[in-house]
């Protein structure tokens, strides 16, 4: 038992296989938001499971609903399993999410349930903290070496990234991001950090080049479309595009294997709106880009909408999300300061990968405005 390695023995402590995940499998922020939804419609007081999610409107039985119960027991929200009669909040849950307490109380309970309660989130923090966030390779190097299985580093590490920017531990500071101790994040309270200005930087990204592959029909399997606005050479929309592109959405998507596309580059001949129309009918995956507000991507996104196959969206912050997608969940990235954009690169690949995670999980369960208010609309593709 001495010479056990580390891996083996956390995971006899945990328990076998799958459900001896170290960690919750999404980020606190979206368990938070169903343990706020008890505390709103219950008055914080235990709940009928089934009348939390009536009211919630959400079916109680999906698997996103169960994974909803699952993960914020995990993290210490709430008592109760998703076959529980009755769902309650934890007493420290109750403070994470009580309107009642002070901000700096609800902070503290927040980090005791999202970082410090869950193993190798503490891990990091403890070793990262008052230093730069490190490149995600180093941080995966560093998970397995407290036991986090090599299949699940690269979740684990996103999901600590999310978890920590969302309580303001990871912030940009002399141009660089770094983990900062909840002492001092504390003492910040209740200042906000200044809104960037109004104007546009757009960075420059490198030039997206035609996929020779496509030339032939792919593996739908294993291609992930890219709606996205792409303008002329030279335009701003096109350096937003390409950046994007690169810089962000493809590096995310690739530890899935998945293959990004794009409009433009799909040089097989023929109508190229037929062939948009086919990625986005059969692809596994699509990502839509909304910014500029392109009347294409919406003409596209609405159509993968109606197919009710799994989509990520995503939009620079200086546009606004359009009235009929502002309620669903959507990555808004700030591209007004290119300085401070791309210290926080990492952070956005990991924000989109978790999201990808999710839609791949569960490709059956859809959310999207035509799902929300047509759920017995189906379209047949052939």
């Known amino acids: ?31 938070l938001e169903f ?30 609903s169960r994974a909803l119960v699952t993960n914020s027991g995990r993290y210490g929200l709430i008592k109760g399993s998703y076959q529980a009669e009755h769902i309650e909040l934890t007493p420290t849950g109750a403070q994470a999410t009580s309107p009642d307490v002070n901000e700096a109380t609800r902070l503290r309970s927040q980090f005791t349930l999202a970082i410090e309660g869950v193993e190798p989130f503490k891990a990091l923090y403890n070793n990262y903290k008052n230093n730069r966030l490190p490149a995600r390779e180093v941080m995966h190097d560093f998970v397995r070496e407290q036991g986090v299985p090599a299949q699940d580093a690269t979740q684990c ?46 960075p420059q990204g490198r030039e997206v080049t035609v996929v020779p592959d496509l030339q032939v029909a792919p593996d739908w399997s294993k291609i992930c479309f890219y709606i996205s606005p792409i303008g002329e050479e030279g335009t701003d929309e096109r350096k937003h595009a390409d950046f994007f592109f690169n810089q962000l959405v493809e590096p995310a998507v690739k530890e899935f294997g998945l293959q990004l596309v794009r409009a433009d580059q799909i040089s097989k001949p023929g109508m190229i709106t037929a062939q948009v129309i086919q990625y986005i009918t059969k692809a596994r995956l699509a990502i839509a880009d909304l910014s500029f507000h392109n009347p294409n991507v919406f003409y596209e996104l609405s159509l993968r909408h109606a197919c009710k196959l799994p989509t990520v969206h995503l939009i620079r912050k200086a546009d606004g999300l359009p009235f009929d997608l502002d309620q669903f969940r959507t990555i808004t990235i700030d591209t007004t300061d290119v300085y401070g954009l791309y210290p926080k690169v ?34 047949k593709i052939p």
């Not at 038992?1 to 606190?28: D, I, W, Y």
């Open 1 to 31: 038992m001495a010479n056990q390695p580390k891996e083996q023995k956390v995971r006899k402590r945990r328990g076998p296989g799958r459900a001896g995940r170290l960690f919750p499998s999404s980020t606190f922020a979206d368990a």
């Open 35 to 64: 343990a706020s939804a008890i505390q709103k419609i219950g008055g914080g007081s235990k709940i009928r499971r089934l009348t939390l999610f009536e009211k919630m409107g959400k079916s109680p039985d999906s698997g996103p």
């Open 157 to 202: 590490v996103d999901t600590f990234i999310l978890n920590a920017q969302s309580l303001g531990l990871v912030k940009t500071i002399s141009g660089v991001e770094r983990v900062l101790p909840i002492e001092h994040v504390v003492e910040e309270l209740p200042s906000h950090p200044a809104r960037a200005g109004e104007g546009e930087l757009q």
């Open 346 to 379: 990492e952070t956005h690949r990991s924000e989109i990968a978790n999201q990808v995670r999710k839609a791949l999980a569960n490709p059956g369960d859809v959310d999207n405005p035509i799902t929300a208010f047509c759920p017995g609309l189906e379209v």
